[in-house]
């Protein structure tokens, strides 16, 4: 019975996203979605953005283990990324009408800096989608009681959520965003309430975490304690801001009100929602202990589906898998689309300047399907952890795309020579100190990055100029120039 639903769901989700696809006319439309959606459609999508498999299975599995502390980069740090994201840049980057966040570093310094963003950009979604497409592996294997391996469950999910994504885009994701986010919510909490009831009530449970030091959140009064803890917090909360999928599902908005709203709402849902999936895995330890010890130390990430298999009724069990593959094909199919849709906007389009409309929808579609591929081979290949792999996705935007797309917005002395600086140095840095790394360092590489990265922004820009600064020259269509920092 378990295994029907679960085809029937999936059947219902390719119908939808197919529908929705019936509204894509050009690349704007499959983009982002012709810029129309409302807010209570922005908060979804702007909910789902993180809303996946690191959320029900990563960082429930992380906190069972280690603790609250454990956990900061998501969902403390990934939280106030979209916050921050609607508080500080949803505005000025929807006032610009960009297709992506690609466009934004072309018109604000030159070509040169839009392609190398732009490909650090597309290169931090490789861990990131290969975590969902591997949580769907997982998903399959255990809703198969074991007749599907992981494996043969991968090739399938990214079938699967390929097959929507490419007819529908955006427009696909946002609509499934809000179809999906009533079933993650409603079953999140049903399963919760049923879980409970199986520990011994809320209390008990968040009572034995809080005696097992789980609940305790900033570390000792340390510097190598209070240094790994902020750098693993920044990666996310700063690192994920200069993201294509962010990007998208804030300008998807049909005005920037709802960007804002939509942005700062679905952050705030998120934050609360994550810590869902951490009291249902840990009253694991109170309903089978035994168990839970055994998974520790094989495979954390199977402790909820197997305390939800094993312990609860089929209608339950119909309800949890629902919700997560919810959250698993929400939080794919949009981060499948949106290194896409940049690297056919911000890389293609720049070596083919007068492909028409179609022909880019035609590449973004081509690109989704080679992108997905090759995610699928890295996720066949790769033994990570989902939360690990999630982490560390966006140490490469942190320490090369942040900062040239906070001081464009907000520095008016920023200039192309900055950006090409605090891209270079930053890398390098980063690069440098991971190659470097040893047990005893206290220093995350990625944090190191960034303040190379802040350091070469200011001296590239405040000394004299060997690269042109053509901020503007580069503005085409109805899209505008920016010839100056935005107000």
Not at 234 to 243: A, C, E, H, L, R
Request: glycine fraction near 8%; include cysteine; charge should be neutral.
């Amino acid at each position: 019975m378990l295994l029907s639903f679960v085809i029937l769901y999936l059947a219902c989700s390719v119908g939808i996203g197919l529908y929705a696809a019936t509204r894509v006319h050009n690349a704007k439309d499959f983009a982002v979605a012709g810029r129309c959606l409302p807010l209570p459609v922005v908060t979804a999508t702007v909910f789902a953005t993180w809303f996946g498999a690191e959320t029900v299975l990563g960082i429930s599995a992380t906190f069972v283990k280690d603790g609250l502390r454990a956990v900061v980069a998501d969902p403390f740090g990934s939280s106030l990324c979209l916050i921050l994201a609607g508080l500080l840049f949803a505005r000025r980057l929807y006032r610009l009408n960009l297709l992506t966040i690609g466009d934004f570093y072309r018109l604000r310094y030159n070509r040169a800096v839009e392609v190398l963003c732009t490909l650090c950009i597309v290169a931090s979604y490789l861990g990131w989608v290969s975590a969902q497409i591997k949580a769907l592996g997982l998903v399959f294997n255990v809703v198969t009681d074991g007749a599907m391996s992981q494996s043969v469950g991968m090739v399938l999910g990214a079938v699967i959520v390929l097959t929507y994504t490419t007819f529908g885009g955006m427009f696909s994701v946002a609509i499934l965003d809000f179809v999906q986010i009533t079933i993650i919510m409603g079953g999140m909490l049903y399963i919760g309430s049923v879980i409970s009831g199986l520990a011994g009530g809320v209390e008990r449970v968040v009572t034995h975490a809080a005696m097992a030091g789980k609940l305790d959140f900033f570390p000792p009064a340390r510097m190598e304690a209070w240094i790994p803890f902020l750098g693993a917090w920044v990666t996310m909360m700063f690192g994920s801001i200069p993201q294509q999928d962010v990007f998208q599902r804030i300008t998807s908005a049909r005005d920037e009100r709802t960007a804002v709203r939509g942005s700062v709402l679905g952050g705030t849902l998120y934050f609360f929602f994550a810590f869902v999936p951490m009291f249902l895995a840990y009253s694991a330890t109170l309903v089978d202990p035994a168990q839970v010890a055994q998974l520790l130390e094989r495979d954390s990430q199977l402790i909820l589906p197997n305390l939800i298999v094993q312990h609860t009724p089929i209608a339950a069990q119909i309800i949890f898998f629902g919700a997560l593959l919810s959250a698993i094909m929400s939080c794919s199919s949009a981060t499948l689309l949106a290194p896409s849709v940049a690297f056919s906007e911000n890389i293609v389009k720049g070596w083919v300047p007068t492909i028409s409309d179609q022909g880019l929808l035609r590449v973004m579609r081509i690109v989704l399907v080679g992108f997905a591929a090759t995610v699928l081979l890295f996720a066949l290949n790769s033994e990570a952890s989902i939360f690990k792999m999630v982490e560390s996705a966006y140490k490469i935007t942190l320490v090369a795309a942040f900062v040239p797309l906070l001081a464009g917005l907000y520095w008016p002395s920023a200039t192309t020579q900055g950006a090409v600086l605090a891209i270079t140095v930053g890398l390098g840095t980063w690069c440098g100190s991971e190659l470097t790394l040893t047990p005893d360092q206290i220093w995350p590489p990625q944090l190191v990055g960034l303040l190379a990265a802040v350091a070469g922004m200011v001296a590239g820009s405040l000394l004299p100029q060997w690269i042109e600064h053509p901020a503007g020259s580069s503005a085409s269509g109805n899209r505008p120039s920016l010839s100056s920092p935005v107000e």
